[in-house]
């Protein structure tokens, strides 16, 4: 059956690396070539990544807009729309072929777009210099090339620095902490162990089931200097801290399926009970 009404898929970028899988914006034009108004419904639009329907963009769609002109498009009219997805359809490195597809009547046969090829990179992790170290300090001091004990409200936030001590700059895209952060506990020199909801998370994203949150643009840590990476609550990960003395080392990673860091000096504190 001939049809006056044509769809096609919108892609930007066509190509970006892993860690800027969150600009990939997916949408889709629609153009009314008939002499009469119609209904878009896109709800009976799909597209397809290498041949297998996106759930993601199956839930986007179900959202989209249903107000006018998105119920009513008039001859020789045209609309867009647009949707952010990269991090949602797309789990590594490849060339896809995305297809988006119509039915224009229940179980009708299906019309298909325009085939866009996209390809996400896969770039090799620079490696650390041995010169690039972790440091922690609590929330608000500096960190100490000596080693002290601190007296700390069971409410532990710590900050980690990078010290990059190289002659180069060091790129950093990672911001997920639960990937780029390996802290491991001690108290009274017993391993205190993650609780059991963040050791899921950490093994899950390990694993790549779950999304790994990167920065929308890489940024680098320049030669020669110290810099606050993030806060960490330690109750996030281990859950409230009972009085005691306590050794807190990390380490970081800075990039995806990247290298780690050295262990960082520990940091000691002790909780003395109210």
């Known amino acids: 059956m001939r049809t006056t009404f044509d769809i ?28 009469t108004a119609i209904d878009p419904e896109l709800s009976r639009t799909t597209l397809t990544v290498d041949g297998r329907p996106s759930e993601a963009w199956d839930r986007v769609v179900k959202e989209s807009p249903r107000d006018a ?18 991090e949602r359809m797309f789990d590594g490195p490849g060339r896809y072929q995305l297809t988006l597809r119509r039915r224009f009547i229940w179980d009708g046969d299906w019309v298909q777009s325009n085939p866009v090829i996209f390809e996400i990179e896969a770039r090799k992790p620079e490696s650390i210099p041995e010169t690039v170290t972790v440091r922690l300090a609590p929330s608000g001091l500096q960190p100490s090339l000596e080693t002290e004990r601190h007296h700390l409200t069971s409410d532990v936030r710590v900050t980690v620095f990078v010290a990059n ?52 643009a ?56 109210k």
Request: include cysteine; charged fraction near 30%.
């Open 165 to 216: 001590n190289s002659d180069r700059r060091v790129r950093v895209n990672v911001v997920d902490l639960y990937y780029g952060d390996r802290l491991q506990l001690f108290k009274d020199n017993v391993l205190v162990p993650y609780r059991e909801e963040t050791a899921k998370l950490i093994r899950s994203k390990d694993e790549t089931a779950q999304p790994i949150d990167t920065a929308t």
């Open 8 to 35: 096609k898929l919108l892609v930007v970028p066509q190509r970006l690396s892993m860690s800027q899988r969150r600009t990939f914006q997916a949408g889709l034009e629609a153009v009314n070539r008939g002499e």
């Open 69 to 86: 002109p998105w119920r009513t498009l008039p001859p020789d009219q045209r609309l867009s729309i647009w949707w952010s997805l990269g």
């Open 218 to 273: 890489d940024f680098f840590l320049d030669p020669k200097t110290t810099s606050g990476l993030r806060e960490l609550r330690l109750s996030d990960w281990y859950g409230p801290l009972t009085p005691g003395s306590y050794r807190l080392t990390n380490r970081c990673r800075f990039e995806v399926d990247g290298p780690w860091t050295r262990d960082s000096a520990p940091l000691v504190f002790e909780i003395v009970a």
